[in-house]
T-cell receptor, first 115, second 113 residues
Framework: DTGVSQNPRHKITKRGQNVTFRCDPI?????LYWYRQTLGQGPEFLTY????????KSRLLSDRFSAERPKGSFSTLEIQRTEQGDSAMYLC?????????????FGQGTRLTVV | QQQVKQSPQSLIVQKGGISIINCAYE??????FPWYQQFPGKGPALLIA?????SEKKEGRFTISFNKSAKQFSLHIMDSQPGDSATYFC????????????FGKGTLLTVNP
């Protein structure tokens, strides 16, 4: 499968626990994005990497959230001290070098449920 | 502030009919307008996209119409099929160094057989 891969697909956690999601982008895609999607809404931008550099973060990304992309390959999104409001689908996307716009290809997402 | 407004929220069409979904944007810096299709439990999949230098783009049964002066664009699905039943999102971005998509709230399309 050469698409964007996200793991795990589903995560149930207790409030206050930390969780980490992984995203493997399409090979050779140097741009990687994280979005959050709640029920009945469109995806909302969280953060963006070009290679290993995190170039932009949304105000939605509180200090409990941290994203990394070591070596410019896979990326992780960690949420510390989870809250019920963090329950959502977390989507990762990537796009190829030289794209003039965000021609993003999305993974299947990680659905987080905080109980 | 919702920068991309999408309508209708839901749409029911008979097989073979035309599905039309509309979006309006506010930010005149937007210069790329993709449409995404999302099935339940899946991530959004890029369907078709347009840039403002053209007024229409067609790919198979899917057509985007774009009206720059009105800041509106729409997706037309011709000969709609039950397999087209999904949620459709319009989006926009402004390229340059601002690589982030702003999405509409989505339209749930149901195509009845």
């Amino acid at each position: 499968d050469t698409g964007v891969s996200q793991n795990p697909r589903h995560k149930i956690t207790k409030r206050g626990q930390n969780v980490t999601f992984r995203c493997d982008p399409i090979s050779e895609h140097n741009r990687l994005y994280w979005y959050r999607q709640t029920l009945g809404q469109g995806p909302e931008f969280l953060t963006y990497f070009q290679n290993e550099a995190q170039l932009e973060k949304s105000r939605l990304l509180s200090d409990r959230f941290s994203a990394e992309r070591p070596k410019g390959s896979f990326s992780t999104l960690e949420i510390q001290r989870t809250e019920q409001g963090d329950s959502a689908m977390y989507l990762c996307a990537s796009s190829f070098p030289g794209a003039a716009n965000t021609e993003a290809f999305f993974g299947q997402g990680t659905r987080l449920t905080v109980v | 502030q919702q920068q991309v407004k999408q309508s209708p929220q839901s749409l029911i069409v008979q097989k073979g009919g035309i599905s039309i979904i509309n979006c309006a944007y506010e930010n005149t810096a937007f210069d790329y307008f993709p449409w995404y299709q999302q099935f339940p439990g899946k991530g959004p999949a890029l369907l078709i996209a347009i840039r403002p230098d053209v007024s229409e783009k067609k790919e198979g049964r899917f057509t985007i119409s774009f009206n720059k002066s009105a800041k509106q664009f729409s997706l037309h699905i011709m000969d709609s099929q039950p397999g087209d039943s999904a949620t459709y999102f319009c989006a926009a971005d402004s390229g340059g160094s601002n690589y982030k998509l702003t999405f509409g709230k989505g339209t749930l399309l149901t195509v009845n057989p």
